[in-house]
């Protein structure tokens, strides 16, 4: 099955700062998601991003497919941008999505 | 917007005993999945769910896990005899197309 990791495995930021998260996948994927999970262990869906890019607000995100990698840009954070952000792909079309070991990022005042 | 939604959003349990995990999914999707965590790992799958049957299901799905929709909105979880080692954090999902929506989970803790 599909391969997917993601760097780096943990980041500490300032307030304020910009940072990008990096998933890289082994094989071709019709679609790519990445997902926020919260302190409480809650999965937020963050984008669904088979290729191109895509903003929300102060995150944006952007998939090469044909390099297999996606990237997730997180400008002036917040402490609430706290917790692990994970990348997920499917092994093929409407199947199960393999996910990555995430990033766990802490955004200290 | 809608939303999957999971009951209940803990549960604690003697390790033998049964547990059901209840899901409903978004009401327009036909495609339904488990996912576990264990606590500091990553997310897993457990078996996919389509047409009212499994589609697939990982080496993880024993035996002692089964999955039912036995209503039109349900989508449940079964662990027929609980392990220690089934303490995780459970995710339903459900989709229609290729994105995939997660409910927000049942921390599962087997004593």
């Known amino acids: 099955g599909i391969q997917v990791e993601q760097s780096p495995p943990d980041l500490i930021l300032q307030e304020g700062a910009n940072s990008t998260l990096r998933c890289n996948f082994s094989d071709s994927v019709n679609n790519l998601q990445w997902f926020h999970q919260n302190p409480w262990g809650q999965l937020i869906n963050l984008f669904y991003?088979?290729?191109g890019t895509k903003q929300n607000g102060r995150l944006s995100a952007t998939t090469v497919a044909t390099e297999r990698y996606s990237l997730l840009y997180i400008s002036s954070s917040q402490t609430t941008d706290s917790g692990v952000y994970f990348c997920?792909?499917?092994?093929?079309?409407?199947?199960?999505?393999?996910f990555g070991k995430g990033t766990m990022l802490l955004v200290s005042p | 917007e809608p939303e999957v939604t999971q009951t209940p959003s803990h549960q604690v349990t003697q390790m033998g005993q049964e547990v059901i995990l209840r899901c409903v999914p978004i009401s327009n999707h036909l495609y339904f999945y488990w996912y576990r965590q264990i606590l500091g790992q990553k997310v897993e799958f457990l078996v996919s769910?389509?047409?009212?049957?499994?589609?697939?299901k990982s080496e993880i799905f024993d035996d002692q896990f089964s999955v039912e929709r036995p209503d039109g909105s349900n989508f449940t979880l079964k662990i027929r005899s609980t392990k220690l080692e089934d303490s995780a954090m459970y995710f339903c999902?459900?989709?229609?197309?290729?994105?995939?929506?997660f409910g927000p989970g049942t921390r599962l803790l087997v004593l």
């Open positions: 991003i088979p290729s």
């Open positions: 997920a792909a499917p092994n093929s079309g409407y199947s199960t999505l393999t």
């Open positions: 769910f389509y047409n009212n049957e499994i589609s697939e």
């Open positions: 999902a459900s989709s229609r197309d290729e994105t995939q929506y």
